[in-house]
């Protein structure tokens, strides 16, 4: 669920109660201020658990900012995000177990102010701090304050009896010489430093959980007021602002690991963590996490999440070949790929090919090639002698596990891990034959990509090599484009003013080869936990600004798993897949639409014979980025429009239909139109254009006696209305004998 999704520790909700809580919200507007805290603009981030400070201060010399810090028994945890673009602030200074004197002293030298205070006690049983502050100058400028050594209830006060509006920014919980202590930041809420706010003290988690979702609220900094123990819940103190749309998420009792599978699986990135050890002794965090991901990703994301059940998992994964990543959530999630893992098996294969370790035409044994879909159980069917590639082929398109078990034997399991391994895929493990389920095989989107970019840019074996090797799966040479696809290119291509002949150009020139796969695994004794993946390469093609095409090629892969309901499952990984490239096809789309395409000539009417008078019609068809000027020549030379010295009236030369009009014998000729936009010129081919004299009725191009037994043939049936009067009569024999007379 976007927006405020809200997870906690699944403590039942209980009613909130005014003494648990004491609520602040000023005008809730757009918060301007604290970008690390509240941005959903994508950024880079970094976040360490009990790492030495040193490996802190290097963070920060490659450009990176603290905005959580805590010790950590000795160490620290921390979160930083990258130090630019709306994240940047100059000048930040950063405390690691500094005593309260050197704090204040430093604060009032520099003219700083505090942005995250963490007091603790140290082995020594002195009260120490991190922190980090900034310089309160410029546009950062802000009145405020600090409080450490005291209480909630003093807190409270210190807000609501300030002369000047507070808002806090950071509050911690703490023991010290055996008391529990407050510390709290808060800054003027005027200006660029105003939005909403609350702040809550010893809450449980179902109360905070109730008031988030009544209030459309979002959690900033979150603490441990009461230590979970045995039969009793923690509780907790918060500062929150309203919402307003943004996608973030809160959980707690979470390990290390399981945390950065959420952040993973949500493109999310943290702004506040605690550490705590729980009843067991066990290291614990909770966390606060705003989303990371960038408006492809949020659109993949949410297309998938809302297509299946809650807690399924999905991630989505998009990169270019040879350059960046342009979607990506739940990347390094290990999933269970079913089918999708056959990629390993043939590229392998294809590389011995390729490096001639054998040949395609490799006559490899096939003991069952009548069960595609089975677990492969040696028992024998239709055996017989197959050629490599198309063992390659039954397993690529067909998705046959029997023949997917006889490159999996030939080649060896560990050769084939080991192969995954040497490729940087170190998410990828194959763990049984597939078709049959259990143990999990293991892959990620990263993996998955990796390797379908290493075939596509020619890193394991040539483009050559490859064309093939995409022939021998299920690939648009063969198969077109899927519908899905087809229907992305007509969607986004109108918002464009590319002609339907344009249209079909690009679609006739994208590419896509693909292998999915799908799995029912039983769980807790009932079937089924259903996972469907698909991994693939696409090749789009672009254009200069000057109309010439190159390609851009991408790979791509999602997953779903474990989802009880396998047709969600197969709707989401289907419509997932093949909308990870609307981005790109729009994009393409627009770059043939901007390019300077020149003109071309579609086609040109054909060779034109008329008697004198009668109307001669010439169009062309035209391509090529408008506006094109048409200009229609006659031997060579120019036309232009307004009546002709013979008689003949044209209209049309410039444009992309001529007609001539009363056409005289002295306007034929050849006729081809010259086209010029921007970009560039074209000439169409000629088209001959007769018109014969009146009297040479039987158009052999010349007057003679044969043309008066023409002409009378033609009268005796009532065809030879010479003098135009609409019908045949002897006006028109005589008409007829004074023009031949004449000869023309």
Not at 211 to 229: G, K, M, S, T, W
Not at 435 to 456: M, S, Y
Not at 699 to 705: A, I, Q, R, T
Request: glycine share 10%; aromatic share 10%; with cysteine.
């Amino acid at each position: 669920m976007l927006n405020s999704s809200v997870k906690n520790s699944g403590i039942l909700r209980r009613a909130l109660t005014a003494a648990a809580l004491a609520a602040a919200c000023g005008v809730c507007g757009s918060a301007q201020a604290q970008p690390d805290r509240n941005s959903n603009t994508p950024t880079g981030w970094l976040w360490y658990l009990n790492v030495p400070n040193s490996t802190i201060w290097n963070a920060i010399g490659d450009g990176f900012r603290v905005i959580d810090i805590e010790e950590s028994g000795g160490a620290v945890n921390a979160v930083l995000v990258q130090n630019s673009g709306e994240y940047q602030l100059f000048g930040q200074a950063l405390y690691a177990g500094a005593t309260a004197t050197a704090v204040s002293n430093d604060l009032s030298v520099n003219n700083r102010r505090l942005i995250d205070l963490e007091p603790y006690e140290n082995s020594s049983g002195a009260l120490r701090f991190y922190g980090t502050a900034t310089p309160n100058t410029g546009s950062n400028a802000a009145g405020w304050g600090w409080l450490y050594n005291t209480t909630s209830s003093n807190i409270i006060n210190w807000v609501n009896n300030n002369p000047t509006p507070l808002r806090l920014i950071d509050i911690d919980v703490y023991n010290y010489n055996g008391q529990r202590y407050y510390s709290a930041v808060a800054v003027n809420n005027t200006g660029s430093q105003q939005q909403g706010w609350w702040h809550l003290y010893n809450i449980s988690s179902s109360a905070l959980s109730t008031f988030i979702e009544q209030n459309d609220a979002r959690i900033v900094d979150l603490e441990i007021h009461q230590p979970q123990v045995l039969f009793s819940p923690a509780t907790y103190s918060a500062i929150l602002t309203p919402n307003q749309n943004r996608s973030w998420w809160w959980y707690l009792g979470q390990s290390g690991t399981a945390l950065s599978e959420k952040l993973d699986l949500n493109a999310a990135r943290l702004v506040d963590l605690e550490e705590y050890s729980d009843p067991f002794g066990q290291t614990r965090y909770h966390a606060v996490m705003l989303d990371n991901a960038n408006a492809a990703t949020r659109r993949l994301r949410t297309l998938m999440w809302n297509s299946v059940s809650a807690n399924a998992k999905s991630g989505a994964y998009l990169k270019e070949v040879g350059g960046p990543v342009r979607v990506a959530f739940g990347v390094d999630y290990v999933f269970e790929p079913a089918s999708t893992l056959k990629i390993l098996h043939t590229t392998y294969a294809w590389d011995r090919v390729a490096a001639g370790l054998e040949s395609q035409a490799t006559q490899v044994w096939v003991p069952d090639r009548c069960n595609n879909n089975e677990c492969p159980d040696g028992v024998a069917c239709d055996p017989g002698w197959e050629r490599l590639d198309q063992v390659i082929r039954e397993t690529m398109e067909q998705s046959d596990n029997n023949r997917t078990k006889v490159l999996h034997d030939r080649y060896g399991r560990s050769t084939l891990n080991n192969y995954a391994t040497a490729l940087g895929m170190g998410g990828t493990q194959i763990n049984h034959d597939i078709g049959c389920g259990l143990p999990a095989n293991e892959l990620t989107l990263r993996d998955l990509g990796l390797i379908w970019e290493l075939v596509a840019d020619g890193s394991l074996f040539s483009t050559a090599w490859r064309d093939v090797f995409f022939g021998l799966m299920i690939d648009s040479d063969e198969s077109g484009l899927p519908s899905r696809i087809v229907s992305i290119i007509s969607a986004e291509a109108g918002s464009t003013y590319l002609t339907g002949q344009e249209i079909g150009d690009f679609r006739s020139l994208v590419s896509t080869a693909s292998k999915g796969g799908n799995y029912g695994v039983p769980s807790g004794g009932n079937c089924c936990l259903f996972h469907r993946s698909g991994g693939g390469w696409a090749r789009i093609p672009f254009k200069d600004s000057n109309g010439n095409i190159f390609f851009r090629e991408f790979v791509h892969g999602v997953f779903v798993n474990d989802e009880p309901n396998d047709t969600l499952a197969a709707q989401a990984v289907g419509q997932a897949f093949s909308e990870l490239l609307r981005e790109p096809i729009r994009e393409a789309l627009e770059s043939w639409d901007d390019a300077c395409d020149p003109p071309v000539v579609r086609a040109i009417s054909r060779d034109v014979s008329v008697r004198a008078g009668e109307t001669v019609t010439l169009s062309v068809s035209e391509g090529g980025t408008q506006p094109i000027s048409e200009q229609w020549r006659r031997n060579g030379a120019a036309l232009s429009n307004g009546t002709h010295p013979s008689g003949a009236i044209i209209s049309g030369a410039t444009g992309r239909t001529l007609r001539i009009d009363n056409a005289q014998p002295s306007l034929t000729g050849d006729y081809r139109v010259s086209l010029l936009n921007d970009c560039g010129s074209t000439q169409s081919s000629e088209v001959r254009v007769t018109i014969f004299c009146p009297s040479d009725w039987d158009e052999s191009g010349g007057v003679d006696g044969d043309d008066i037994a023409a002409f009378f043939t033609d009268w005796q049936i009532g065809e030879a209305d010479f003098d135009g009067s609409g019908g045949t009569d002897g006006d028109d024999i005589g008409a007829f004998f004074v023009r031949w007379q004449a000869g023309c």
